[in-house]
């Protein structure tokens, strides 16, 4: 997508003058050097995913200007980050880290708070501190892609090691913990898999967790939990510390790996399958993070955009979605099932086995032959992504509408057929009020799925826009209801997601903004992320 030209007045941190705000960066450029502290006084640039910008959401829901940096600051050490920090609190000026800023869906790199000066930490601090091929662990820096990851071990040529991929290979390995994100192997759960983190607190100490606390360990990556209480947990989906390096634990090689696809014809065969799908996955027979997907995203995942079906205004009709799926290589369904079975031949086929048996209890259920598909066929990506190597395969769905932007709309449960069915009735009903397209794609983790519904606009509409928002919040709104809530959020929606956590008088929002008080009091460090507002900022009408 080109630049826009459009003119811009550079926005500052509110509560400071320009020319204040200007010698405090001219400052922090004599620590940092000049080089590494931009203001960001350009055109804001969309770019694409593999060149996206750090000042704001690529995608952004909202007017572009909304979430945006006033500057982007460059450290290359976490002394730096301390330096940073301290002057923050110096200036009062709010800051807001991102690792490589990728985040798309859930905000990309804009910060929470309009004007905050953005922290990439990737640019400079991307070094791969240590890869250890006997424990199978890893020591990195924020700007360590999964990309680098993956071709690093292979350089080194440890094949006896494998890496849990996202769906997009380009993020951060720590950005993508820290925001709890997941991936597709048995290591799927990113956050669930890390081990020690190192962080600069909101006052500018730094702190290690876990065993890392122990001067001299050697089992910081191996043991994550040390002595004491676990602090971690309080450094995800937070504003409470700077993760400045990041341990995670390595998936050992299966020793084979054999990608399948099942298919299965009704939109009703939802219920009865998950309750297929739930005690094959917590046994393990089942054992990757996979993904059962609604035949409209499948056909959208072969990147040709939607105004080639369909050029009716309103969601686009189910008979067209069927007849453009019978027309692809796979061929119509409803659902579609992406897994992956792990291990040598002799104990692929006992587990194949049954699950073959299992699915085919649904009436119409097809496996499909990889042999009969195209190479460019999106089922393969699934497999790489399920086999631990970086893909953006993913990224075609996107291309659904002109000018394509998407958010997320994430709720979790139980694996339960009832739950599945509940969740999907509401997506659909309120997606058709709004006039949108239904992409349900339900990863099923061990105890619980996140069902993923990604709503894709035309970011350059802004009727569009605002028809995905009101449909987000309402998607939100009766979900809370029923009981489901999301386990992950865009910026725009995180006051109204972290409001439906409110059990005993909101008692776990009161406990975040103690700690928030304690830790950060002049509240410099990404205010209102997670709907963790500081004192100085709380009910003064940022909340939204
Ligand atoms: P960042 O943008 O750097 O970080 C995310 C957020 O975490 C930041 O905004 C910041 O608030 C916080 N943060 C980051 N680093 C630090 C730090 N060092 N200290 C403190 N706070 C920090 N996501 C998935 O999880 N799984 C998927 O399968 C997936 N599929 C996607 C498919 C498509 C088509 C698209 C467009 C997106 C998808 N995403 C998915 C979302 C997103 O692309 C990834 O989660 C991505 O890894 C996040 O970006 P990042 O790694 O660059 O993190």
Known sequence: ?????????????????????????????????????????????????????????????????????????????????????????????????????????????????????????????????????????????????????????????YDHLWIDVPDLGGGSVIGNAVDRGVGYTPYGDHWACHSGLEVVLPTGEVIRTGMGALPGNNTWQTFPYGFGPFSDGIFSQSNYGIVTKMGMTLMPNPGGYEGFMYTFPKEEDLAPLIDIIRPLRISMILENVAQLRHVTQSVAARGIPRSKFYSGSGPIPMDIVHKAAAEQPVGDHSWGYYGMCYGPEHIRKHKLAIIDAEFKKIPGARKIDPKSLPEDEYYFARERVAAGIPDIHELRWVNWTPNGAHIAFSPVSPIRGTDATALNDLGRRIHDKYGIDFFPAFIVGLREMHLIVEIVFDRDDPERKKAALDCLRDLVEEAAKLGYGEYRTHLVLMDQVAGTYNWNDSALMKFNEKLKDALDPNGILAPGRCGIWPKRYRNRGWEM
């Open 1 to 157: 997508k080109p630049a826009k030209q459009r003119q811009r007045v550079p926005v500052v941190p509110q509560g400071i003058e320009r020319d204040a705000f200007i010698a405090a960066l001219e400052e922090l450029g004599g620590q940092l050097g000049k080089e590494n502290v931009e203001v960001n006084d350009k055109p804001l640039v969309d770019g694409w995913y593999m060149e996206h910008p750090n000042t704001h959401d690529m995608m952004t829901i909202l007017d572009e200007e909304e979430f945006v940096a006033s500057a982007v600051v460059y450290p290359s050490t976490t002394e730096e980050v301390q330096s940073i920090v301290q002057w923050a609190n110096k200036h009062k000026i709010p800051i807001f880290p991102i690792s490589m800023g990728r985040n798309l869906g859930y905000g990309g790199a804009a910060p929470r708070v309009r004007g905050s000066v953005v922290i990439d930490l990737g640019r400079r601090m991307n070094r791969i501190l240590d890869i250890n091929p006997e424990d199978y662990t890893c020591l990195v820096e924020p700007g360590v892609s999964y990309y680098g990851l993956y071709e690093a071990i292979k350089e080194r040529g």
